[in-house]
């Protein structure tokens, strides 16, 4: 896969945005959950009942959440600040 691009997931979560080579690149948006009422557990580690989403809008690098973007979890948390690599990193606000 490469340029602009949506994949949708079996569960219902998708992403729409960049891709290169393979890999989410650039500024883009996904979701993660389903509306089957499955429990899942998010990228972030928190396992979630029921149906409903967590999303992440903002930048990816090399397939992971790297600079600037916002996570928001089904349950309510929300972090909005840096990310490097997929984990949370320098300034941002829980």
Not at 17 to 23: E, L, P, T, V, Y
Not at 48 to 59: A, I, K, L, M, T
Not at 68 to 85: I, K, P, S
Request: charged share 25%; proline share 1%; with cysteine.
């Amino acid at each position: 896969m490469h340029g602009l691009g949506v994949v949708r997931k079996a569960s219902g979560g998708k992403f729409e945005g960049k891709f290169r080579w393979g890999k989410k690149m650039g500024h883009g948006k996904e979701t993660w959950g389903n509306v089957l009422n499955i429990g899942f557990i998010c990228p972030l580690g928190f396992k979630h009942e029921g149906r409903g989403f967590c999303s992440y809008e903002g930048y990816f690098a090399d397939g992971h959440f790297h600079g600037n973007g916002c996570f928001a979890c089904l349950d309510g948390r929300r972090y909005e600040g840096n990310w490097r690599r997929g984990r949370r990193h320098g300034l941002g606000r829980q």
